[in-house]
Nanobody, 128 residues
């Protein structure tokens, strides 16, 4: 089971840190991705960020490159998405997803169909 937290209301230019915590099994065997669904739209098929099981490999969509940072603490079964310099267009429900992979830096995925487990989402609103 995946549980997201850390969402909220923030002004443009502000920051939030999202957390994705796994329960029931250790997350160190899973690649984790973050996806978002903007108001009135379908959830995006391409993730905003993803991280390998070991944490040494990561992916960022062009829209968040340089503003978002993904990291993980496998001792806490938690993956973080630090979001800085937020923009109104970042407003969305953010979901984390997991898929079991071999441990290492090379296994991360950017497409939603590659993930098996999903959280319920956390709302991020960027507005004045």
């Amino acid at each position: 089971q995946l549980v997201e937290s850390g969402g909220g209301l923030v002004q443009p230019g502000g920051s939030l840190r999202l957390s994705c915590t796994g329960s029931g099994s250790a997350l160190d065997r899973y690649a984790i991705g973050w996806f978002r669904q903007a108001p009135g739209k379908e959830r995006e098929e391409d993730g905003v960020s993803a991280i390998s099981s070991s944490g040494d490999g990561a992916f960022y969509d062009d829209s968040v490159q340089g503003r978002f940072t993904i990291s993980r603490d496998n001792t806490k079964s938690t993956v973080y998405l630090q979001m800085d310099r937020l923009r109104p267009e970042d407003t969305a429900v953010y979901y984390c997803a997991a898929v079991e992979v071999p441990y290492g830096p090379s296994n991360w995925y950017s497409r939603d169909f590659e993930y098996e487990y999903w959280g319920q989402g956390t709302q991020v609103t960027v507005s004045t």
